[in-house]
């Protein structure tokens, strides 16, 4: 029951059960008996180096395989995001405290009538929800994966070719410094994102993509000072007919945005919208960037083939409801690189396509496929219509909802729950759902 109702009132992607893991690399005997390689080490090259491919190459370079991390992105590149992470994320990933932009202890919501809730009176003092900026985080773990081993190599992938015989090599085609070059490896990471053109090469399938539209909006001292621990989230039908709007503060900047799946041509009105919602707030502001980008809306069909293995965005780990996207590729390349570690005994055996479903998919299935899956039919039932969405900031304004949210949220693993709670939370959300579809259908009534 706790599980169940916890994940139903969550904004954010409320996991199951995980485990702490800290980045140490036990290379272990596969279950297969794969051939050694002789003479040297196995060789991967990971295509992305975003959170998921710099963790897939540290975890990588690190256990012993020789690791190619590309990335085609100047170092001041980053997709449009909201920036936020779970406070687990800062001890597992061991990210460090001066990364952080801004400490959010309150999440004000606003509904479409602009009711408006806090979210977060349960916080520990010691508790609250990092915020950072991409390029900033994705530098850090770029460098990191660097001083592990991994080569970085500043390049644009043209084209991955695919082998026809099991133990052949795939080659990886790039543009370099205006050459045309090749490199042959064993074993290939896709985290080239949601338009991932190693995916493609592999034939993994196509997924439904959101579009998230952002402007980086620089404010005054003054105004700045209202968002120093504070976020904010907008949903209702003007800003988006299917996700929220947001204002996510930055270090000297704010974070404002809106993305959708189902009206992709208008999210020009949509971010017009949300503007205009928060506009006292952030009027006279200048805007000091403007970001588009594919988000995924679920798993990809097939994320491992051959030797090939699709990690982050590429797999289509971002959760419906938050569009929450780092943590779990962080979490997918880690756990994907400390696979093929394991699985080639620390590099020294070939791999295989068995060996990566049992050590990688396998084990990312078994702790959270069941989240995005639950997470799809969440966003169905509460950003469905404006009413469903006055009935999720209502719910949001209770303290036990909040409670199980934040724990499940920062923590990544089951908030214990009470049964009796539990029940009555349930009750209110059944009752939360039919007063304001009630209500909403009176306000549509109005309105003809």
């Known amino acids: 029951?706790?599980?169940?109702?916890?994940?139903?009132?969550?904004?954010?992607?409320?996991?199951?059960?995980?485990?702490?893991?800290?980045?140490?690399?036990?290379?272990?005997?596969?279950?297969?008996?794969?051939?050694?390689?002789?003479?040297?080490?196995?060789?991967?090259?990971?295509?992305?180096a975003g959170p998921a491919g710099s963790s897939a190459a540290e975890a990588l370079a690190a256990g012993g395989v020789e690791t190619f991390l590309f990335e085609r992105s100047g170092p001041s590149a980053a997709k449009p995001c909201g920036g936020a992470i779970p406070l687990c994320m800062l001890d597992e990933f061991d990210i460090p405290r001066h990364l952080i932009d801004r400490q959010v202890t309150r999440m004000r919501i606003f509904s479409p009538s602009n009711l408006a809730v806090d979210f977060g009176k349960t916080l520990l003092p010691d508790e609250f929800i990092a915020m950072l900026r991409r390029e900033v985080l994705d530098s850090f773990l770029r460098s990191r994966a660097q001083s592990c081993g991994a080569d970085l190599i500043s390049a644009l992938v043209t084209d991955l070719e695919v082998p026809t015989s099991n133990d052949a090599p795939y080659v990886i085609r790039y543009i370099s410094n205006n050459s045309q070059k090749a490199l042959a490896v064993d074993v290939v990471i896709g985290a080239d994102g949601a338009n991932s053109r190693v995916a493609k090469s592999i034939k993994a399938g196509g997924y439904a993509c959101a579009i998230a539209f952002q402007e980086r909006i620089k404010l005054t001292d003054d105004k700045m000072e209202y968002y120093e621990d504070?976020?904010?989230?907008?949903?209702?039908?003007?800003?988006?007919?299917?996700?929220?709007?947001?204002?996510?503060?930055?270090?000297?900047?704010?974070?404002?945005?809106?993305?959708?799946?189902?009206?992709?041509?208008?999210?020009?009105?949509?971010?017009r919208a949300i503007r205009a919602r928060a506009n006292s707030k952030i009027s006279g502001g200048k805007v000091i960037k403007v970001e588009a980008h594919p988000i995924p809306e679920h798993p990809r069909p097939t994320r491992v083939r051959g030797r090939v293995a699709l990690v982050g965005d590429a797999a289509g780990y971002v959760?419906?409801?938050?569009?929450?996207?780092?943590?779990?590729?962080?979490?997918?390349?880690?756990?994907?690189?400390?696979?093929?570690?394991?699985?080639?005994?620390?590099?020294?055996?070939?791999?295989?396509?068995?060996?990566?479903?049992?050590?990688?998919?396998?084990?990312?299935?078994?702790?959270?496929?069941?989240?995005?899956?639950?997470l799809d039919l969440l966003q169905k039932v509460f950003y469905g219509s404006d009413a469903a969405r006055e009935a999720l900031v209502e719910l949001c304004g209770d303290e036990y909802v909040q409670r199980m949210t934040f724990e499940s949220y920062l923590y990544k693993k089951l908030a214990d729950g009470n049964r009796w709670e539990d029940a009555k939370m349930v009750c209110n959300t059944i009752g939360s759902l039919m007063r304001c579809n009630i209500l909403g259908k009176k306000m549509e009534s109005l309105k003809l």
């Not at 199951?16 to 279950?31: G, N």
């Not at 880690?334 to 570690?341: D, E, M, S, T």
């Open 1 to 48: 029951m706790a599980a169940a109702t916890q994940a139903l009132l969550s904004l954010f992607a409320a996991s199951l059960p995980t485990k702490h893991r800290p980045l140490t690399i036990r290379a272990s005997k596969p279950a297969t008996t794969n051939r050694p390689i002789a003479g040297r080490k196995l060789r991967a090259a990971v295509i992305g």
């Open 230 to 271: 504070l976020a904010e989230m907008y949903v209702g039908n003007d800003v988006s007919p299917d996700f929220y709007g947001w204002v996510f503060p930055k270090c000297d900047h704010v974070a404002v945005g809106t993305g959708t799946v189902c009206s992709k041509q208008d999210i020009k009105v949509f971010q």
């Open 319 to 374: 959760t419906k409801c938050s569009g929450e996207g780092i943590y779990f590729a962080a979490k997918s390349g880690r756990l994907c690189g400390q696979a093929i570690v394991k699985a080639s005994e620390g590099g020294q055996r070939m791999i295989n396509e068995g060996d990566l479903r049992r050590e990688y998919l396998k084990e990312w299935d078994a702790k959270y496929i069941t989240t995005f899956r639950f």
